[in-house]
T-cell receptor
Framework: AAGVIQSPRHLIKEKRETATLKCYPIPRHDTVYWYQQGPGQDPQFLISFYEKMQSDKGSIPDRFSAQQFSDYHSELNMSSLELGDSALYFC???????????????FGPGTRLTVT | DQQVKQNSPSLSVQEGRISILNCDYTNSMFDYFLWYKKYPAEGPTFLISISSIKDKNEDGRFTVFLNKSAKHLSLHIVPSQPGDSAVYFCAASQGGSEKLVFGKGTKLTVNP
């Protein structure tokens, strides 16, 4: 079965640079969530989108923005990168459509961002 | 404030025995609970879930028990296998389709 795809898998950036992470949800999933996991930490919710509209917002810095496109893929844009942004960034998807509804969120493999 | 707590950072069991992973939560508004398994450098893999209207859900070797009055849930793995060795995260959501709040995880090691 198709899973959540994230790209790139690894990214190295310098301080103050920008980064764009991409997420392709499971086919027919309409909801995308972004999480950040620091070293030895639990995943922390950043932001979510449902049908291309932001549905919830967590502890996402103002330097970050995200959007969901018409094909349901999502991009997380990170600017003015700081050393503390180094983490694993996970995207997850789920479906709120009646025919394919799922409470469960399915995660991608993550993007490891290293800021030097 | 950690709303989902996994107080045991690690657990070691023998192959074939039962593994019991525990999770406590503080937010009484949580109504859906999930367990994820995570290997290093991979994303969390969904294992099993339970709605607050149930007290037990079973899927093969995995059973999740929910005690709402105690705000406690547990994951039982029987029999445990070496391939089960991973970090297990407990997660909770409010309203089903909303963000997940995770515990800090329990590292399970199943010894052959």
């Amino acid at each position: 079965a198709a899973g959540v795809i994230q790209s790139p898998r690894h990214l190295i950036k310098e301080k103050r640079e920008t980064a764009t992470l991409k997420c392709y949800p499971i086919p027919r999933h309409d909801t995308v969530y972004w999480y950040q996991q620091g070293p030895g930490q639990d995943p922390q919710f950043l932001i979510s989108f449902y049908e291309k509209m932001q549905s919830d917002k967590g502890s996402i810095p103002d330097r970050f923005s995200a959007q969901q496109f018409s094909d349901y893929h999502s991009e997380l844009n990170m600017s003015s990168l700081e050393l503390g942004d180094s983490a694993l960034y996970f995207c997850a998807s789920s479906s709120r459509q009646r025919a394919t509804f799922s409470y469960e969120q399915y995660f991608g493999p993550g993007t490891r961002l290293t800021v030097t | 404030d950690q709303q989902v707590k996994q107080n045991s950072p690690s657990l070691s069991v023998q192959e074939g025995r039962i593994s019991i992973l525990n999770c406590d939560y503080t937010n009484s508004m949580f109504d859906y609970f999930l367990w994820y398994k995570k290997y290093p450098a991979e994303g969390p893999t969904f294992l099993i879930s339970i709605s607050s209207i149930k007290d037990k859900n079973e899927d093969g070797r995995f059973t999740v028990f929910l005690n709402k009055s105690a705000k406690h849930l547990s994951l039982h793995i029987v029999p445990s296998q070496p391939g089960d060795s991973a970090v297990y995260f407990c997660a909770a959501s409010q309203g089903g389709s909303e963000k997940l709040v995770f515990g800090k995880g329990t590292k399970l090691t199943v010894n052959p």
